[in-house]
């Protein structure tokens, strides 16, 4: 470096210290009053907590038989898996206390009732990462009977009509949809 560089150097040297050493103070105690407030709202919080009533306790426990709705009170359903921001997945049994082919099995919660039984949404897997992957079934309350009529890979599923003995689902999982036609 030259004469000059080397006075140029030290000048802005000395201004770049000066600035920080003269700022350093303040930016030190905004950081210290800002660490203070935290502290002060902290116990204000604390102190307001000890105030209010306790209010009663609740003990979380299994979730009891629950009448499902839409079934006409032949089917009751307790709650088996719910998925984190998505569906439910429930057991089903019958109101009468008989022994069914839906004890074997995890439903979602969709339910619609035809004049030829009960429309369930029957799960292949509890998983959450296989889901959605359900089998749309027909379930016959007079002959306890369930009959696979579609598999659906979508949470988004309709009834969109029924003809004669045909019934059509529509499905969409977002990016795309379809509809699919089975007899029954």
Same mark, same amino acid.
């Given at each position: 470096?030259?004469? *000059? =560089? /080397?006075?140029?150097?030290?000048?802005?040297?000395?201004?770049?210290? *000066?600035?920080?050493?003269?700022?350093?103070?303040?930016? *030190?105690?905004?950081?210290?009053?800002?660490?203070? /407030?935290?502290?002060?709202?902290?116990?204000?919080?604390?102190?307001?907590?000890?105030?209010?009533?306790?209010?009663?306790?609740?003990?979380?426990?299994?979730?009891?038989?629950?009448?499902?709705?839409?079934?006409?009170?032949?089917?009751?359903?307790?709650?088996?898996? =719910?998925?984190?921001?998505?569906?439910?997945?429930?057991?089903?049994?019958?109101?009468?206390?008989?022994?069914?082919?839906?004890?074997?099995?995890?439903?979602?919660?969709?339910?619609?009732? /035809?004049?030829?039984?009960?429309?369930?949404?029957?799960?292949?897997?509890?998983?959450?990462?296989?889901?959605?992957?359900?089998?749309?079934?027909?379930?016959?309350?007079?002959?306890?009977?369930?009959?696979?009529?579609?598999?659906?890979?979508?949470?988004?599923?309709?009834?969109?009509?029924?003809?004669?003995?045909?019934?059509?689902?529509?499905?969409?999982?977002?990016?795309?949809?379809?509809?699919?036609?089975? *007899?029954?």
């Amino acid at each position: 470096m030259n004469k *000059a =560089q /080397l006075i140029f150097h030290h000048i802005f040297r000395f201004i770049w210290n *000066a600035i920080f050493v003269i700022s350093y103070p303040i930016l *030190a105690s905004f950081g210290l009053l800002f660490i203070g /407030l935290t502290y002060l709202f902290s116990l204000i919080s604390k102190f307001l907590m000890r105030m209010k009533p306790e209010g009663r306790k609740v003990v979380l426990k299994d979730v009891e038989w629950e009448p499902l709705p839409l079934t006409n009170d032949i089917l009751e359903a307790k709650l088996h898996k =719910q998925i984190m921001f998505g569906p439910s997945g429930y057991l089903l049994r019958r109101t009468d206390g008989v022994p069914s082919v839906l004890n074997d099995f995890v439903f979602g919660n969709k339910v619609r009732i /035809l004049d030829e039984g009960l429309i369930l949404e029957k799960w292949n897997s509890t998983d959450s990462k296989n889901l959605p992957d359900f089998d749309i079934c027909l379930y016959d309350p007079d002959r306890d009977s369930l009959k696979s009529l579609t598999n659906i890979k979508c949470f988004d599923w309709h009834v969109s009509e029924k003809i004669d003995n045909e019934l059509s689902f529509k499905w969409f999982d977002g990016t795309q949809g379809g509809e699919v036609k089975v *007899a029954l």
